[in-house]
Nanobody, 125 residues
Framework: QLQLVESGGGLVQPGGSLRLSCAAS????????IGWFRQAPGKEREGVSC????????NYVDSVKGRFTISRDNAKNTVYLQMNSLKPEETGIYYC??????????????????WGQGTQVTVSS
């Protein structure tokens, strides 16, 4: 039984940084691919980044490559998203979610079966 809880969101100025955490619980937590997704009001939820169960493979949406880094510490049952040089258009609710299988082509919402509650990220001056 897997549960996911996001934290680390808040208000940051353009160009600033935030580190989001996704804490997982349950005895099977380390066997899952974990993804980060974001959703702005009135827009479809999109995949930002994802990481396979061991941490050996990662994907990023093109718009965040070079600025965001996903990582996981399986000993702590936690996945992180380090976000640098944040832009106002990246404001939204950020969710982490778990999937059973890794897909090298990208992070697709339909592949993820369990979701956290989300954490708000606001990028504004």
């Amino acid at each position: 039984q897997l549960q996911l809880v996001e934290s680390g969101g808040g208000l940051v100025q353009p160009g600033g940084s935030l580190r989001l955490s996704c804490a997982a619980s349950g005895f099977t937590a380390q066997s899952y691919t974990i993804g980060w997704f974001r959703q702005a009001p009135g827009k479809e939820r999109e995949g930002v980044s994802c990481i396979n169960s061991s941490g050996a493979f990662t994907n990023y949406v093109d718009s965040v490559k070079g600025r965001f880094t996903i990582s996981r510490d399986n000993a702590k049952n936690t996945v992180y998203l380090q976000m640098n040089s944040l832009k106002p258009e990246e404001t939204g609710i950020y969710y982490c979610a778990a999937a059973h299988y890794w897909r090298g082509s990208g992070c697709y919402t339909e592949a993820y079966s369990r979701w956290g509650q989300g954490t708000q990220v606001t990028v504004s001056s």
